[in-house]
Nanobody
Framework: VQLQASGGGLVQAGGYLRVSCAAS????????MGWFRQAPGKEREFVAG????????YYADSVKGRFTISRDNAKNTLDLQMNNLKPEDTAIYYC????????????????WGPGTLVTVSS
């Protein structure tokens, strides 16, 4: 599976942005998918995850109620709608695919995209 994220950019605090991830290759629907982010000088952290059939979604406390993860298995796409953005949301956002293990941990993910930069100005 190859992943390519897009949709990052610069937005003011309180604004919104949608980042997307396109997957190539077969069996996209067999992977749980996740979004992670990494801010300068910080470790990569879990943002949101979604089950294979989109029947379960999971969020970090810091984004709960503001971000929404979704997937379209027919189109091999993963999206993250980010509303009410805050300066602390500034980071490179990565999409990733997991075959097994906890959806919350980076070590559970087998494939990573190159990331897309989201900058939120105050």
């Amino acid at each position: 599976v190859q992943l390519q994220a897009s949709g990052g950019g610069l937005v003011q605090a309180g604004g919104y942005l949608r980042v997307s991830c396109a997957a190539s290759g077969r069996f996209f629907s067999s992977y749980r998918m996740g979004w992670f982010r990494q801010a300068p000088g910080k470790e990569r952290e879990f943002v949101a995850g979604i089950n294979r059939s989109a029947d379960g979604t999971y969020y970090a406390d810091s984004v709960k109620g503001r971000f929404t993860i979704s997937r379209d298995n027919a189109k091999n796409t993963l999206d993250l709608q980010m509303n009410n953005l805050k300066p602390e949301d500034t980071a490179i956002y990565y999409c990733a695919a997991s075959a097994s293990g906890s959806i919350f941990y980076t070590t559970s993910y087998n494939y990573w995209g190159p990331g897309t930069l989201v900058t939120v100005s105050s």
